[in-house]
């Protein structure tokens, strides 16, 4: 297999673990391949030749569900094996002797985008006052159940380069209100209409995911602290796609990939003027970008290290968003199965290691 590139990329190495459908059988490079479908569920049989050795598991059939609860259900009386994406909220729910839940860590994190090119988020100070103002354990304890690790940044923090001594962001409310006072935005009388502020701004959310509303509500009320008015407009989906596309937000709400490379904050916050990537918020900074190139084109670990550290330091004094949380995903899945989770991955990448657990009753493989 030959890859040929457009222009040198340091990101590549890190980049292949891409799905490949190989030869008539499409018996591609994974554990299992599809053999057919029944109605809308999906029959997955084993493949004999997967490289790290045949798996146990002779099918897998995916089934869809409406409704998340419809799910739980099915599961919580037998007749489904796991169920892919539990909620935070719903852990405590589905687990029990029968029921382990295996959380692992999400390269995504939720945060609220700034666009840049519109005031007053073209002041850096801004931007720093608000990271500032939220308090990111609180919101993972009340509104991620714990399920959560802090963000203050776009990098990946479990990334080999991560450099674990550069600071982040503490809550400090105080430190915030005094950072949008020396940055000329003091608290404005209010009206009938609106609460005295600083300034307001709209947020945008996409309707039907009520982690993101929880989410937008707990952040609403701790900028409202530092006289910060935010309002979040919620839309479909399709127009929140498309008003993202054309710049016609304020801020938005999202839960953003962002590693496991660094290739992903590369897209994202690499200035939109010189390079094609998904940078749709208008942040521009001249080091940052000098710093991604570097990352981008280094194929020496010391430099990759050391741009990492100072790409980290310059994206906390000039911060593109509010980072609020890495997020963490669970998988609910039945006793009859031993499931490897000591490497703290999603339980689906090791479906091929897992085996019948002989404690439980007898049952088939499939």
Known sequence: ??????????????????????????????????????????????????????????EIIVRPFDTMRTAWTNLLRGEVDMVTNVPPDAIEFVSNGDIRVVPFARSYQFLIAFNSAKAPFTVPAVRRALNLA?????????????????????????????????????????????????????VQPGSNERPPSRFRFTCLMPEGFSLLERMGLEVQKQLFDVNVDVQFEVVTLAEYDARIREGRFDALLVDLISGPTFSRPFI?????????????????NPEADRLFNILRTSMSEAAVRSATGRLQRVLLGDPPAL????????????????????????????????????????????
């Open 1 to 58: 297999m030959v890859l040929e590139l457009a222009e040198p990329s340091a990101f590549l190495p890190e980049e292949l673990d891409l799905p490949l459908a190989i030869g008539p059988r499409n018996s591609g490079t994974g554990p299992f391949r599809l053999v057919r479908r029944e109605g809308s569920n999906a029959v997955l049989e084993r493949f004999d030749g997967y490289y790290l050795g045949a798996p146990q598991i002779d």
């Open 134 to 186: 939220v308090d990111r354990a609180g919101l993972i304890k009340n509104v991620l159940q714990g399920q959560g690790q802090t963000a203050t940044g776009p990098l990946w923090p479990q990334h080999w380069a991560y450099d674990r001594t550069a600071p982040g962001y503490g809550y400090e409310p105080d430190s915030a209100s005094s950072l949008l006072d020396s940055a000329g935005f003091p």
């Open 268 to 284: 994202f916050w690499r200035s939109a003027r010189t390079f094609k990537g998904l940078n749709v918020f208008g942040y521009e």
């Open 323 to 366: 980072f609020i949380a890495w997020n963490t995903r669970a998988r609910a899945i039945r006793s009859r199965f031993n499931v490897n989770t000591e490497s703290g991955l999603d339980p689906l990448w090791t479906i091929h290691q897992w085996t019948e657990n002989l404690n439980s009753p007898a049952v088939s493989t499939r």
